[in-house]
């Protein structure tokens, strides 16, 4: 009952969303039995695509997550619930779920940054917050516009 309760938490946790969101589950989502986590484990999936809360997870722990999720849905597709797994099943589904949410935790781009930095010509730090998602999509615009500026250099000017 207390790994139960403690994966519902984490894939309540993991799946946590802003309140205007429309394809949200319910806050309180109960994903210990097989439909619950279908839907979890689906809108995770789907924040994982451009635009999505999850958009900046890296190829490489994209495909991580999908696996672990596909590990995980295995799992409770055999079992039905938490409630029937063994307790190995009960550790590997832990172990896994630890996994993702490190993952999703890392990149979410809802995620508040806080700064204290002194302005140039001052030595009073300001703090500054921005959300994870704003810096970026801010560093992958500066990228593409070094990129065009080095190509128009190697170009000639043009």
Not at 127 to 133: E, M, R
Request: overall charge positive.
């Amino acid at each position: 009952m207390k790994f139960s309760c403690s994966l519902v938490m984490l894939l309540t946790l993991a799946c946590s969303m802003p309140a205007c969101a429309d394809d949200k589950p319910a806050p309180a989502v109960n994903a210990s039995n097989k439909d619950a986590f279908e839907t979890v484990s689906g809108w995770v999936r789907k924040q994982m695509e451009p635009g999505g809360r999850y958009a900046y997870v890296a190829s490489v722990d994209q495909k991580k997550v999908e696996s672990e999720l596909d590990d995980m849905g295995k799992l409770m597709q055999a079992r039905g619930d938490v409630e029937h797994m063994t307790a190995e099943e009960k550790q590997q589904m832990f172990v896994k779920q630890q996994d993702v949410n490190a993952i999703l935790a890392k990149h979410d781009n809802e995620r508040v940054i806080c700064k204290n930095e002194a302005p140039i010509g001052s030595h009073i730090p300001v703090k500054t917050c921005q959300t994870a998602g704003a810096i970026e999509a801010r560093r992958r615009g500066d990228m593409q516009n070094m990129e065009r500026s080095r190509s128009q250099v190697i170009r000639g000017g043009k």
